[in-house]
Protein backbone atom coordinates (compact mmCIF):
# COMPACT_ATOMS: atom_id res chain seq x y z
CA UNK A 1 0.00 0.00 0.00
CA UNK A 2 0.99 3.81 -1.03
CA UNK A 3 1.89 5.49 2.34
CA UNK A 4 -0.73 8.12 3.01
CA UNK A 5 0.92 11.70 3.17
CA UNK A 6 -1.71 13.50 2.19
CA UNK A 7 -3.14 14.55 5.66
CA UNK A 8 0.48 15.41 6.95
CA UNK A 9 1.21 17.84 4.04
CA UNK A 10 -1.88 19.51 4.77
CA UNK A 11 -1.00 20.24 8.80
CA UNK A 12 2.31 21.55 7.42
CA UNK A 13 0.72 23.86 5.18
CA UNK A 14 -1.29 25.23 7.80
CA UNK A 15 0.59 25.34 10.56
CA UNK A 16 3.36 27.55 8.09
CA UNK A 17 0.19 30.16 6.99
CA UNK A 18 -0.71 30.33 10.85
CA UNK A 19 3.25 31.17 11.66
CA UNK A 20 3.38 33.84 8.44
CA UNK A 21 -0.23 35.39 10.02
CA UNK A 22 1.85 36.25 13.26
CA UNK A 23 5.17 36.87 12.62
CA UNK A 24 7.06 40.05 12.93
CA UNK A 25 10.67 40.67 12.01
CA UNK A 26 13.76 41.58 13.81
CA UNK A 27 12.67 44.83 14.48
CA UNK A 28 9.87 43.51 16.19
CA UNK A 29 6.85 44.42 14.29
CA UNK A 30 4.93 43.46 11.85
CA UNK A 31 5.44 43.68 8.37
CA UNK A 32 3.24 46.94 6.94
CA UNK A 33 0.14 46.64 4.42
CA UNK A 34 0.33 49.79 2.83
CA UNK A 35 -3.20 51.26 3.83
CA UNK A 36 -4.62 54.99 2.14
CA UNK A 37 -4.54 58.17 5.18
CA UNK A 38 -2.83 58.20 8.28
CA UNK A 39 0.45 58.48 6.49
CA UNK A 40 9.97 72.56 20.50
CA UNK A 41 11.68 72.72 23.30
CA UNK A 42 15.06 71.11 23.80
CA UNK A 43 15.21 68.34 26.90
CA UNK A 44 18.58 66.71 27.76
CA UNK A 45 20.10 63.64 25.89
CA UNK A 46 18.21 60.70 26.82
CA UNK A 47 20.31 58.35 28.58
CA UNK A 48 21.09 54.96 26.72
CA UNK A 49 19.60 51.92 28.80
CA UNK A 50 19.97 48.10 29.03
CA UNK A 51 17.47 46.30 26.84
CA UNK A 52 15.36 44.24 29.27
CA UNK A 53 15.80 40.62 29.04
CA UNK A 54 12.64 39.05 26.48
CA UNK A 55 12.73 42.38 24.61
CA UNK A 56 13.37 41.19 21.13
CA UNK A 57 17.87 42.53 20.39
CA UNK A 58 18.15 40.39 17.20
CA UNK A 59 20.95 42.17 15.17
CA UNK A 60 21.78 45.73 15.67
CA UNK A 61 18.83 46.30 18.45
CA UNK A 62 19.27 48.24 20.90
CA UNK A 63 17.29 50.91 23.97
CA UNK A 64 18.37 54.12 23.69
CA UNK A 65 15.98 54.98 26.69
CA UNK A 66 13.39 53.89 28.99
CA UNK A 67 11.52 52.18 30.53
CA UNK A 68 10.37 55.59 32.25
CA UNK A 69 7.53 58.35 31.65
CA UNK A 70 9.28 61.56 30.17
CA UNK A 71 8.68 64.10 32.20
CA UNK A 72 9.86 66.38 29.68
CA UNK A 73 10.61 64.95 26.36
CA UNK A 74 12.93 63.00 25.78
CA UNK A 75 15.40 63.26 22.76
CA UNK A 76 17.87 61.11 21.10
CA UNK A 77 20.48 63.31 19.01
CA UNK A 78 22.26 62.36 16.24
CA UNK A 79 24.76 64.36 13.88
CA UNK A 80 22.94 64.49 10.29
CA UNK A 81 25.68 66.66 7.90
CA UNK A 82 23.04 68.04 5.31
CA UNK A 83 22.49 67.08 2.50
CA UNK A 84 23.01 63.72 3.33
CA UNK A 85 23.41 62.82 -0.48
CA UNK A 86 24.51 65.00 -3.26
CA UNK A 87 22.02 66.73 -5.70
CA UNK A 88 19.78 65.57 -7.22
CA UNK A 89 19.84 63.09 -4.28
CA UNK A 90 17.91 63.35 -0.96
CA UNK A 91 18.88 65.87 1.01
CA UNK A 92 17.75 64.66 4.41
CA UNK A 93 17.07 60.91 5.48
CA UNK A 94 13.84 59.67 4.15
CA UNK A 95 11.22 57.86 6.01
CA UNK A 96 10.00 54.81 3.95
CA UNK A 97 7.70 52.61 6.38
CA UNK A 98 6.07 52.64 9.76
CA UNK A 99 4.83 49.28 11.11
CA UNK A 100 3.22 48.27 14.60
CA UNK A 101 3.84 45.16 16.57
CA UNK A 102 1.91 43.39 19.57
CA UNK A 103 4.38 41.05 21.95
CA UNK A 104 2.16 40.02 24.77
CA UNK A 105 4.76 37.67 25.59
CA UNK A 106 7.35 40.29 26.77
CA UNK A 107 4.07 42.79 27.72
CA UNK A 108 4.61 45.26 25.12
CA UNK A 109 3.82 46.91 22.19
CA UNK A 110 5.93 48.76 19.60
CA UNK A 111 5.39 50.91 16.50
CA UNK A 112 8.61 51.63 14.34
CA UNK A 113 9.80 54.28 11.84
CA UNK A 114 12.22 53.36 9.17
CA UNK A 115 14.61 55.67 7.41
CA UNK A 116 16.71 55.56 4.48
CA UNK A 117 19.65 57.58 4.68
CA UNK A 118 21.31 58.08 8.32
CA UNK A 119 19.16 58.00 11.87
CA UNK A 120 17.81 61.62 12.47
CA UNK A 121 17.19 63.12 15.74
CA UNK A 122 13.87 61.89 17.14
CA UNK A 123 12.30 63.33 20.48
CA UNK A 124 8.92 61.86 22.23
CA UNK A 125 7.25 62.97 25.17
CA UNK A 126 3.90 63.32 26.17
CA UNK A 127 1.60 66.16 25.09
CA UNK A 128 -2.16 67.52 25.86
CA UNK A 129 -2.65 67.54 21.94
CA UNK A 130 -0.79 66.60 19.24
CA UNK A 131 -1.02 69.30 16.56
CA UNK A 132 0.56 69.50 13.11
CA UNK A 133 3.94 71.47 11.88
CA UNK A 134 3.24 74.70 10.56
CA UNK A 135 -0.15 75.44 10.63
CA UNK A 136 -0.86 73.88 14.45
CA UNK A 137 -4.02 72.23 13.51
CA UNK A 138 -5.22 69.76 16.12
CA UNK A 139 -4.75 66.12 15.18
CA UNK A 140 -7.70 63.53 15.92
CA UNK A 141 -6.21 60.66 18.31
CA UNK A 142 -8.10 57.73 20.14
CA UNK A 143 -7.12 57.50 23.79
CA UNK A 144 -7.05 59.71 27.24
CA UNK A 145 -3.28 60.01 26.82
CA UNK A 146 -1.16 61.24 23.99
CA UNK A 147 2.70 60.93 22.87
CA UNK A 148 3.97 63.69 20.20
CA UNK A 149 7.08 61.72 18.28
CA UNK A 150 9.70 64.04 16.26
CA UNK A 151 12.07 63.60 13.65
CA UNK A 152 15.02 65.98 12.76
CA UNK A 153 16.17 66.61 10.59
CA UNK A 154 13.73 64.32 8.29
CA UNK A 155 11.36 64.25 5.58
CA UNK A 156 8.33 61.55 4.24
CA UNK A 157 8.38 63.10 0.40
CA UNK A 158 10.32 62.88 -2.36
CA UNK A 159 11.48 65.78 -4.94
CA UNK A 160 7.85 65.92 -6.58
CA UNK A 161 5.89 66.05 -3.09
CA UNK A 162 4.88 62.60 -3.17
CA UNK A 163 4.89 60.39 -0.22
CA UNK A 164 7.55 57.90 0.03
CA UNK A 165 6.15 55.74 3.27
CA UNK A 166 4.52 52.33 3.24
CA UNK A 167 2.19 52.56 6.43
CA UNK A 168 0.05 50.46 8.46
CA UNK A 169 -3.63 51.35 9.45
CA UNK A 170 -4.42 54.35 11.76
CA UNK A 171 -6.18 52.36 14.10
CA UNK A 172 -4.18 50.17 16.37
CA UNK A 173 -6.81 49.11 18.76
CA UNK A 174 -3.88 46.81 20.55
CA UNK A 175 -4.60 47.07 24.63
CA UNK A 176 -2.90 50.79 25.45
CA UNK A 177 -1.81 51.80 21.84
CA UNK A 178 -4.72 52.11 19.93
CA UNK A 179 -3.56 54.51 17.09
CA UNK A 180 -0.87 56.72 15.03
CA UNK A 181 -1.42 59.56 13.10
CA UNK A 182 0.92 61.85 10.99
CA UNK A 183 1.69 65.13 12.20
CA UNK A 184 3.34 66.99 9.83
CA UNK A 185 6.71 66.84 7.41
CA UNK A 186 7.40 70.50 7.29
CA UNK A 187 10.87 72.32 6.93
CA UNK A 188 13.16 69.40 7.43
CA UNK A 189 10.53 68.51 10.99
CA UNK A 190 8.31 65.17 10.51
CA UNK A 191 5.69 64.54 13.43
CA UNK A 192 3.46 62.37 14.40
CA UNK A 193 0.90 61.49 17.21
CA UNK A 194 0.18 58.36 19.23
CA UNK A 195 -2.84 57.87 20.88
CA UNK A 196 -2.53 55.79 24.44
CA UNK A 197 -5.10 54.21 26.70
CA UNK A 198 -3.20 53.94 30.12
CA UNK A 199 -4.71 52.47 32.59
CA UNK A 200 -6.68 54.23 35.10
CA UNK A 201 -6.51 56.87 32.97
CA UNK A 202 -2.87 57.85 34.33
CA UNK A 203 0.83 57.96 32.17
CA UNK A 204 2.70 54.57 30.49
CA UNK A 205 6.31 54.40 30.48
CA UNK A 206 7.88 54.30 27.51
CA UNK A 207 10.82 52.71 25.77
CA UNK A 208 13.07 53.88 22.81
CA UNK A 209 15.48 51.61 20.60
CA UNK A 210 17.45 51.15 17.44
CA UNK A 211 18.09 48.91 14.82
CA UNK A 212 19.96 48.73 11.26
CA UNK A 213 18.59 45.95 9.01
CA UNK A 214 20.29 43.89 6.59
CA UNK A 215 19.63 46.61 3.58
CA UNK A 216 20.99 49.46 5.89
CA UNK A 217 17.42 51.10 6.73
CA UNK A 218 17.70 52.82 10.42
CA UNK A 219 14.74 51.79 12.25
CA UNK A 220 13.45 53.27 15.43
CA UNK A 221 11.32 52.32 17.86
CA UNK A 222 8.88 53.44 20.48
CA UNK A 223 7.76 50.74 22.65
CA UNK A 224 4.94 50.99 25.61
CA UNK A 225 3.99 48.57 28.16
CA UNK A 226 0.44 46.87 26.97
CA UNK A 227 -1.43 47.05 30.79
Known amino acids: MRPQRVPLLASLVVLLAA ?3 TATDHDGAAPTTPAP ?3 AA ?3 AAT ?7 APVEGSWRATYGWAVPATPARVTHEVRVPVTPAPGEPLPVLVEVRVGDHPAEGFSRITFAFRGPTPSYQVGYVPQV ?3 GRGAP ?7 WLSVRFDPAQAHDAHGAGTADVPPSRIGYPTLLGWAAAGDFEGHL ?3 LGLRPPAGGTLPVRLGESTRPDG ?6 DVPRG
Request: proline residues 14%; charged residues 5%; glycine residues 14%.
Open 19 to 21: ACT
Open 37 to 39: GGP
Open 42 to 44: TAP
Open 48 to 54: PATPTSG
Open 131 to 133: FTE
Open 139 to 145: VELPGTA
Open 191 to 193: SFG
Open 217 to 222: THVVAV
